[in-house]
């Protein structure tokens, strides 16, 4: 904060900012809305038949830092319904906006700024001093649908940064350029992981036999902790009826983004969204006694979302995406426990990929309690429990009101990467309201039916969305364990192919995943193409090699590690991916 100014108030007053010099340059276009952001601010704008890009960024910036000088105060006031519509009148934006607000019963407030003014709920500096003028800039346009409707006019949205300093602006720059560089959608390509068709559709990303060894060895690790805890796998079938999510309460939630299936008999069907509900079904197949709990079951399968294409972004935002899903069903004395071995999969997992991970409570919000399943005596008696669980696990987690699930409080973990963005990665969440809905019991010590609880656990969650984090925070420098292709082996010319050859066979005997360069090109190049592919090892064979029957192991990253036998070198290599280095 500057001043104590919250940033927030900063970043909204620009949005403001921004429109002025917009309507300065094209007077008749069309305001709609201007929010603060993570980073920033944005305004989106009707521009009519003119066009705005990004060639005219660096036009309203000059235009935005020529109009500041003359702000002072935001200066608040409240007007009627007719009085707003008179003002904005011809402009079907903000009518529609006005319109909800008179029926919200909420008042309507005006904030001026010079010669500017807009229909605002307010959050703004008090001074417009208080905004330093090299501390922000415009970053790029977008289209954007109203409301985010696709049915609605497109729009164009134009994007700033704000800070309090320029420097913080400075440090945000060099952070985003360091992120091109990086992006998962560049080095998917680069490095041969995923593709996507035209054919297929956008948002249905197809894996490549290297990008698929990279799924699969990430699920394998993470089966592999939850089957030495007790998990059991299931499997369930992509489609489902629609009563399913009616049951769940997920129909009537989410029912417009869902794929929908009508059969030649004309019933309901859709695309599976999410496998809690089918868990539900296992679980509920019979009766179960209290010794049998608690039930694990772990399932990583494909659900399906009809996300909207303007939203769709590589592997961050999809319509097919796999989750590595896993629901308990335990008693309410169990719960402690296991959260603290779902807890401890994710330490174990997010630490061989290099996250340091603290801990979230995402909680219901009271004022919103319609937006929730279940009573508040459900969702104080949920929430408690996982603050207990903190606070055992020696933790101190930041309390998030609103950023609950609809049917329970959950445990996010977040991380920073290695460029400092951070994310929400894994999640446990505690759900006493499907259990209800679905009338999930055991049998008791006293031969009783007793109400069980159920926890969602999901370690990568969308193996599509943490790859595309992952493969950014390390650049698609993957550690040995999780490189696709963990040694190549060059050799230097034909003379040398037979021993290289022989080397590969070996390693590969070993299951390390290796792969024989034998092309024509020269060592140098070879070398090159190794390390833009970004393997972690390659193995030079020359003449020296082939006399000496050893191999010069050079590294990725570390440089030459000198000669060494085959033997040592397959101990070597194996110690370090069984400990996930």
Not at 149 to 162: C, F, Q, S, V, W
Not at 176 to 186: I, Q, S, T
């Amino acid at each position: 904060m500057k001043n104590n100014v919250p940033i927030e108030h900063i970043r909204h007053s620009l949005a403001h900012l921004l429109a002025a010099a917009v309507l300065t340059l094209w007077p008749d276009t069309k305001r709609t809305i201007g929010p603060a952001t993570a980073d920033g601010f944005y305004y989106d704008f009707d521009f009519g038949a003119t066009t705005v890009g990004d060639n005219d960024l660096t036009k309203i910036e000059k235009e935005m830092r020529k109009i500041l000088p003359t702000w002072t105060t935001f200066s608040e006031r409240e007007v009627s319904a007719d009085e707003a519509r008179e003002l904005f009148a011809g402009n079907q934006y903000k009518i529609e906006l006005i319109d909800e607000i008179e029926k919200l019963g909420e008042k309507i407030t005006i904030y001026t700024s010079g010669l500017y003014e807009d229909l605002c709920r307010g959050g703004h500096v008090e001074n417009a001093k208080d905004i330093d003028t090299n501390a922000f800039r415009l970053s790029h346009t977008a289209g954007a649908y109203w409301r985010g409707d696709e049915k609605n006019p497109m729009l164009t949205r134009i994007y700033g940064l704000a800070f309090v300093s320029k420097d913080e602006l400075l440090k945000h720059l060099t952070m985003l350029e360091e992120a091109k560089k990086r992006d998962h959608k560049k080095l998917g390509r680069e490095l041969d992981l995923f593709t996507f068709s035209d054919l297929v559709g956008p948002g249905l990303p197809l894996w490549t036999p290297k990008g698929t060894i990279l799924r699969h060895t990430l699920d394998q690790f993470v089966w592999s902790l939850r089957k030495a805890r007790g998990y059991q796998r299931v499997e369930i079938p992509h489609i489902s009826k629609k009563d399913l999510y009616e049951k769940s309460g997920h129909w009537s939630k989410f029912q417009d983004e869902l794929f929908k299936i009508t059969t030649r008999e004309k019933h309901l069907f859709a695309m599976k969204p999410m496998n809690c509900p089918h868990h539900t079904q296992i679980y509920n197949r019979k009766s179960h006694s209290y010794r049998e709990l608690p039930q694990r079951y772990a399932n990583t399968t494909t659900c399906y979302r009809d996300e909207q294409s303007g939203e769709l972004s590589g592997l961050s935002r999809v319509r097919a995406l796999t989750q590595d899903d896993a629901h308990v069903f335990c008693r309410y004395g169990q719960i402690k426990e296991e959260v603290f071995k779902v807890w401890d999969i994710i330490t174990e997992f997010y630490s061989a990929c290099g996250f340091s991970l603290s801990p979230r409570l995402s909680l219901h919000d009271p004022k919103h309690s319609e937006k929730y399943m279940g009573g508040k005596e459900v969702w104080d008696k949920a929430e408690n429990e996982l603050r207990e669980v903190v606070k055992e696990k020696g933790e101190v987690a930041v309390e998030a009101p609103g950023e609950a699930a609809f049917y329970g409080p959950k445990i996010d973990f977040m991380s920073h990467d290695s460029i400092g963005r951070q994310w929400q990665l894994a999640t446990i969440q505690l759900d006493m309201s499907q259990p209800e809905s679905f009338d999930l019991t055991c049998i008791n010590e006293k031969g009783e039916k007793e109400r069980v609880v159920m926890i969602h656990a999901a370690i990568m969650g969308s193996i599509e969305r943490f790859l595309s984090v992952y493969i950014e925070h390390c650049a698609g420098a993957f550690p040995l364990w999780l490189a696709p292709i963990q040694v190549k082996v060059l050799p230097i010319s034909d003379t040398h192919q037979n021993y290289a050859r022989g080397i590969t066979e070996s390693l590969l005997e070993q299951d390390i995943r290796t792969e024989l360069d034998d092309s024509n090109e020269t060592l140098g190049k070879k070398i090159r193409t190794a390390k833009l592919e970004k393997v972690p090892y390659f193995l030079v064979i020359g003449n020296q090699e082939l006399a000496s029957r050893t191999i010069t192991l050079e590294t990725r990253d570390r440089g030459s590690q000198g000669a060494l036998s085959l033997d040592s070198l397959i101990d070597r290599l194996g110690e370090e991916i069984q400990l996930k280095k």
